[in-house]
């Protein structure tokens, strides 16, 4: 049976982010890794609807990650958008932990794993 596209190494993933300086309590880290799996998948539904298709027959994979700063969370959003990778932002809205507006996730994908791995790879594990 032909590969699909997207299978082969990894198939579908999607990469959540986020940002180590604000030093989250580990329910905080959580759900905000989970509002950016809900955008990014709905987002899809929409946009990207093929590898959504792919990313949730493979099992929805998903791995979190964390980035010690803002700005190198706005690098990598913008490195994914240049290789065509979809990405949001999961903005707080200030009730607990964070600021209200502060940037707390940043969700890639759903994607190629081959793709996002060459962009957060070496990113360490939340």
């Not at 699909?4 to 309590?25: A, M």
């Not at 946009?47 to 964390?66: D, N, S």
Request: charged share 20%; with cysteine; hydrophobic share 40%.
């Amino acid at each position: 049976m032909p590969a699909k596209k997207g299978e082969g190494p990894g198939g579908y993933k999607v990469v959540l982010v986020l940002r180590g300086e604000l030093r989250l309590t580990a329910g905080k880290a959580a759900v905000q890794a989970a509002h950016a799996a809900v955008m990014l998948t709905l987002a899809a539904q929409s946009k990207h609807p093929g590898p959504l298709t792919e990313w949730l027959r493979e099992g929805q994979k998903k791995i979190a990650l964390v980035v010690p700063t803002l700005s190198e969370m706005e690098q990598l959003d913008r490195l994914a958008r240049s290789k065509g990778i979809p990405t949001v932002w999961v903005e707080d809205a200030g009730f607990t932990e964070v600021p209200p507006g502060t940037r707390t996730c940043l969700g890639l994908g759903p994607a190629p794993a081959s793709l996002l791995d060459g962009i957060t790879g070496s990113l360490p594990l939340l």
